[in-house]
């Protein structure tokens, strides 16, 4: 493929890119409403892709008596707990681009999941040594759409952005990685995602053969 910059590193973004996992968000805030007798109108989908402190400041101003910190800590531990007992499945030929792209470039998992879950996931996976480095919810401060998870990753590789290749799914991840400057190949090929990103596919055999080399 023809890239505008000439590639170095390759970012993944893991749930909902590597792991068909956003439906366990949202089954979190469900819970969490459940637990708290909520009886909220919320669209979770729109979670997908975002830190849990960013999804318990947004459920905090619809329902005041929710506390931010501890609502964060449930969603986080529904969550953990849902991901370990439910184990989602892989996307389509994932493990093998990870694995591929590491052959040939620097790596990174850019995620707004906590450090225990990337770590599970990646154990359960066997993909941990495939990546160069690691970005979790505890290494960032503003969650996607910002882009600063994207460009803490680009940082660590020691790569400018616009020489990285992200690969991701969620609406606010895929606008991070385009206001980072970055190459973007979105997972998932309806209208609203083929707008925000260069490229879109629906899984990871799509791609072709040698697609890294």
């Known amino acids: 493929m023809n890239w505008p910059h000439p590639i170095e590193a390759v970012l993944f973004d893991m749930d909902g890119t590597l792991l068909d996992?956003?439906?366990?968000?949202?089954?979190?805030?469900a819970h969490l409403l459940k637990v708290h007798d909520l009886?909220?109108?919320v669209d979770s989908t729109a979670f997908h892709g975002r830190t849990w402190s960013l999804a318990a400041e947004t459920l905090q101003k619809?329902?005041?008596s929710l506390r931010t910190?501890?609502?964060a800590a449930e969603l986080q531990a529904e969550f953990h707990r849902a991901?370990?007992?439910?184990v989602p499945p892989v996307i389509a030929g994932a493990p093998e681009a990870v694995m591929a792209a590491a052959r040939r470039r620097a790596t990174a998992l850019v995620s707004s999941s906590d450090r225990e879950s990337v770590e599970h996931v990646l154990a359960r996976l066997g993909?941990?040594?495939?990546?160069?480095?690691?970005?979790?919810?505890?290494?960032?401060?503003?969650?996607k759409p910002d882009p600063q998870?994207?460009?803490?990753?680009?940082?660590?590789l020691g790569v400018e952005p616009t020489h990285c290749l992200v690969f991701e799914d969620s609406i606010p991840g895929l606008q991070a990685a385009i206001a980072a400057g970055m190459y973007v190949i979105g997972i998932g090929t309806d209208e609203q995602r083929q707008a925000i990103a260069h490229r879109c596919i629906g899984d990871f055999t799509e791609l072709a053969e040698g697609f890294f080399e």
């Open 21 to 29: 996992s956003e439906h366990l968000t949202d089954a979190s805030v």
């Open 39 to 41: 009886d909220l109108e």
């Open 62 to 64: 619809l329902a005041p």
């Open 69 to 71: 910190v501890a609502v």
């Open 83 to 86: 991901l370990v007992e439910t």
């Open 127 to 143: 993909l941990g040594e495939h990546f160069t480095h690691l970005v979790w919810a505890e290494d960032i401060q503003r969650s």
């Open 149 to 156: 998870c994207y460009e803490v990753a680009a940082r660590a």
